[in-house]
């Protein structure tokens, strides 16, 4: 089936089966690899992108989903009003080692940080905690997670 | 005549061709066999080279891990990259510099003591001229000079002082760039991933080539199953399979939608029926272990001698103890992936995530019979990876399927496949028999290990190692079990307690059978014997009527070891805590402690645990000296890295079975640590004067499993000794102390 939908800003039609994963019509189709693969079951985040602002693990939603409805990617995280400051707060803490698992982690945050630009921390932390990272960068991810919000209260106060 | 003091890598490649180019628009490639596994060595080689030739990162292209361009530098692994790598490339760009500036110097007829150097141009600091390596290069046969016969042994030129604008694409002032840089570590990965641009391709996962198809591979659940039953009608029916390839035991489907085929191979397995494993192992590491054919062999003490006897004879209290860990999983986040293409010449190029590229290129050739000079294999980025994943199996895969179908393949292994398949870390069990003199001083220690080998990597031993290469043809030969010798050892690292130890034998019963591949995983064996040894010494401290810390310390007399043991207890307040803490109350502080290797970097850490229906870790201590710092931020996020991911195994992993393989095929069955189970951590760098730089990465790795399981000691009242350390299993312990 044609589904329409808008991603990082601009209008794409695909051919695509409505039923498979989000993520492969995003990697393949649209040659957004930002997002990424990890399990297929939505366990580990790693291919988390957005959906009408909503964070959604693309490899466990059909493409359907994005029907009429706009999607940010990794790709469209600098041109995101908060998603450019995540970016700075994850660089500026330099929380990452590998960095296969980040963009799905920056990705949620700014879904997060959009709707609640101060989050509890329980909440904050249950975000992050739909999140695998093997390399034990953890303390550094939550770091740039409470730096992205401290930048944002700046931002908020100018 | 071969000089001193040349690197051991450059001696085989002796040219400057081999390591340096001078390519089109004034750049500069940089060849190297070490490769990048998410642990930042790619930055910290490129600023090394750069400041020896004296250009700017930004004029540097990296070339690592490529067979047809690249020095055979062997595994990136080990914690050698720097030392290694580092040593030839520093060589290759000083031997360089200098031998170019001595042309500069003719061709603007003055002393060299009159140059300068910026941006790979030299300057003449009495007039200002100057003239580039490129210019210089031309009708100069520099790819051919012999750089394993000369030290450089002159002081590089200094950097030519350039205006406040002329700074590094870091933003750095490029005349202030150190030797290895600043934050190397991930930060080179991490601007290059964020960076708008430089998404695409930044993992081999996200390369494509023209005409590509998608594989998956169809497989059991443990790495000896064979394909019983087939249903080949139905699995080619299946929606987005265009070609089914079936090879002995290896199975795979190829099509041109990722989609479908992604999903076909989860409906094919409903078609095919594997056979069940040759060995099941118990849930009870200690009594599977031991029921296991062993060759056993002294590698320390030479067994029990006279003195050993005599020393044993002679002690006032004999303890003995036993601690295991099971197998446990690398678990990459990315699961690995390769690609394969035909090439016009009749040849294959391969692309693959795996630490060594010679190694896999040589053992492919033999499996699939074609000559290594026909094969290319080139390295791209994969996951975060911590020693022999599914990296080399993976490009097998997509190298046989290259091989068979003649069109540019791409394998993506699944999550299961991952978890399932890939080799893990070996399960092992120590055991500690050791006495106590009148005065509470151990007079006698034997230690046995049981462990299979902890290397398992194309090209050790004889046989192949390739999961797919035994399925496809089972007539190839099977690897030969051994494991990584002394001192460095395997299931031995760290088996040999770094204390002052009068009567020591340790003995190592190496397991030649095992119910997966078991290879390389962060710390090998010093995972597991720092979980005994550490809470051995804890055990012999509680028997001596003395303090943990106190009863380390009057065993131990290498300054530095004293030094990381007596600033992690500053640092945590060790005297006010064991007794704030009453014992069996609930909240405990362990210490542990092991120099890596026995000959690398120190690490001592304390561990703070509160256990009420679940077990968290409030806080961790490390006090680690790893010589000369070179990159603070980069070791810092080295050791929280090896802190976090060895609590992840003390508390909550092991692999699993059941009658089908491998039963913790998925994140579900197989949990890692998340982020509401973080403690926080303090980090001290002690940098003793004069003291070289030693690897950072795998140091907390032992230190970490014998503080957590003291920790847990002081808080039960009881000794947890086998991994892991899950609630359940602690209210097993609990129930029945025995």
């Known amino acids: 089936m044609t589904i ?138 939550a770091r740039a997670a409470r730096r992205a919000i401290a930048l944002l209260g700046q931002k908020a106060q100018q | 005549m071969i000089a001193q003091g040349i690197p051991a890598n450059i001696q085989p490649f002796p040219r400057l061709g081999d390591w340096i180019e001078f390519v089109e628009s004034g750049l500069f490639q940089l060849r190297t066999g070490k490769v990048e596994i998410g642990q930042g060595i790619a930055n910290a080689l490129t600023r090394i080279a750069c400041d020896a030739l004296g250009i700017d990162p930004d004029q540097a292209l990296m070339v690592a891990g490529d067979t047809s361009l690249c020095p055979d530098e062997g595994y990136t692994s080990g914690s050698q ?181 992604a999903q076909a191979q989860v409906l094919a397995q409903a078609y095919v029926v594997w056979s069940a494993p040759l060995m099941i192992p118990g849930a009870d590491t200690e009594a599977w272990l031991l029921s296991l054919p062993a060759q056993t062999q002294w590698v320390a003490g030479l067994g029990p001698s006279d003195a050993t006897i005599a020393a044993a004879r002679g002690a006032a209290q004999r303890l003995v103890g036993r601690y295991s860990r099971p197998y446990i999983a690398h678990g990459a986040i990315g699961p690995s992936c390769a690609l394969a293409a035909p090439t016009e010449a009749g040849g294959l190029t391969i692309w693959t995530h795996s630490q060594g590229v010679f190694q ?135 088996a040999i307690p770094y204390y002052e130890l009068p009567a020591l034998t340790v003995e190592h019963h190496f397991l030649t059978e095992a119910p997966v591949r078991t290879s390389a995983l962060r710390s090998l064996g010093g995972h597991a014997n720092g979980l005994a040894i550490e809470s051995f010494m804890d055990e012999l401290a509680h028997l001596a009527g003395q303090d943990p810390l106190a009863f380390r310390l009057a065993h131990l007399r290498d300054a530095r070891a004293r030094a990381v043991l007596e600033s992690v207890a500053a640092r945590c307040g060790w005297s006010a805590l064991r007794e704030q803490y009453a014992v069996g109350e609930g909240q405990g502080i362990g210490i542990g402690f092991a120099r890596y290797k026995n000959r690398a970097g120190f690490a001592a850490v304390a561990i703070e645990v509160q256990v009420a229906h679940q077990v968290s870790v409030p806080r961790v201590w490390v006090a680690a000296d790893v010589g000369l710092v070179i990159d603070r931020d980069g070791v810092l996020n080295q050791i929280e890295g090896g802190v976090i991911q060895a609590l992840s195994w003390c508390l909550k992993e092991a692999v699993g079975w059941d009658a089908d393989g491998v039963q913790t095929a998925d994140w579900e069955t197989y949990p890692i640590l998340g982020f509401d189970e973080l403690p926080t951590l303090d980090i001290v760098l002690l940098e003793p004067e004069e003291a070289l730089s030693l690897g950072a990465g795998e140091i907390a790795a032992g230190p970490v499993a014998g503080a957590l399981a003291n920790a847990l000691t002081h808080a039960l009242g009881v000794r947890p000794r086998h991994l892991p350390f899950t609630v359940q299993r602690l209210r097993e312990l609990i129930e029945n102390p025995a």
């Open chain 1, 4 to 141: 329409d939908f808008e991603l990082n800003g601009e209008s794409v039609r695909l051919e695509a089966d409505p039923k498979l994963p989000l993520l492969y019509a995003l990697r393949n189709d649209c040659h957004d690899t930002g997002a990424r693969f990890g399990c297929g079951t939505g366990h580990c985040g790693a291919c988390t992108v957005m959906v009408d602002g909503m964070a959604e693990q693309s490899c466990n939603v059909p493409a359907a989903i994005a029907a009429g409805k706009s999607v940010c990617s990794p790709e469209g995280l600098d041109a995101h009003p908060v998603g450019a400051l995540v970016l700075q707060a994850f660089q500026a803490e330099r929380a990452a080692q590998c960095g296969y698992c980040i963009n799905g982690l920056m990705m949620s945050l700014t879904a997060l940080l959009t709707v609640h630009p101060a989050p509890a921390d329980a909440v904050l932390i249950e975000v992050l905690n739909r999140h695998l990272c093997r390399c034990g960068t953890h303390l550094r991810i």
């Open chain 2, 360 to 494: 896999l290129r040589d053992e492919i050739s033999r499996a699939l019979q074609r000559t290594p000079a026909s094969l290319r294999v080139i390295h791209q980025v994969g996951s975060g990876c911590y020693g022999h994943n599914g990296a080399d199996d993976v490009a097998f895969d997509a190298a046989l399927l290259a091989h068979t179908l003649n069109v540019p393949v791409r394998v993506q292994w699944s999550r299961q496949q991952e978890l399932a398949q890939s080799p893990m870390g070996a399960a092992s069990l120590i055991e500690i028999d050791a006495g106590l003199d009148a005065s509470g001083r151990i007079c006698d220690w034997r230690q046995s290990v049981w462990s299979q080998s902890h290397n398992n990597r194309p090209g050790s031993g004889g046989g192949i190692h390739l999961l797919g290469a035994r399925a496809f043809d089972p007539s190839l030969p099977e690897p030969v079990a051994k494991d990584v010798p002394l001192p460095t050892g395997g299931g031995l690292r760290n």
């Open chain 2, 81 to 261: 990259s720097i030392e290694m790598g580092g040593a030839a490339l520093r060589h290759a760009g000083q031997v360089a510099q200098q031998r170019f500036a001595a042309l500069a110097a003719k061709h603007f007829a003055v002393d060299p003591s009159h140059l300068s150097i910026a941006r790979g141009v030299f300057h003449c600091d009495l007039d200002g001229r100057s003239i580039s390596y490129h210019a210089l290069a031309q009708g100069v046969d520099y790819p051919n000079w012999r750089i394993d016969c000369v030290e450089p042994n002159h002081s590089p030129l200094a950097k030519t002082r350039l205006g406040p604008a002329e700074t590094g694409p870091t933003g750095e002032d490029s005349s202030a760039l150190v030797v290895v840089g600043t934050a190397a570590g991930g930060a080179g990965v991490l601007a290059a991933d964020l960076g708008p641009s430089r998404v695409i391709a930044q993992f081999i996962h996200d390369m494509k080539i023209d005409g590509m198809q998608h594989a998956r591979v169809l497989r059991g659940l443990h790495p000896h199953a064979k394909a019983l039953q087939v249903d080949r009608g139905a699995i080619e029916s299946l929606p987005g399979v265009q070609t089914f390839v079936w090879l002995g035991d290896f199975l795979a489907l190829v099509g041109s939608n990722e989609a479908l085929i």
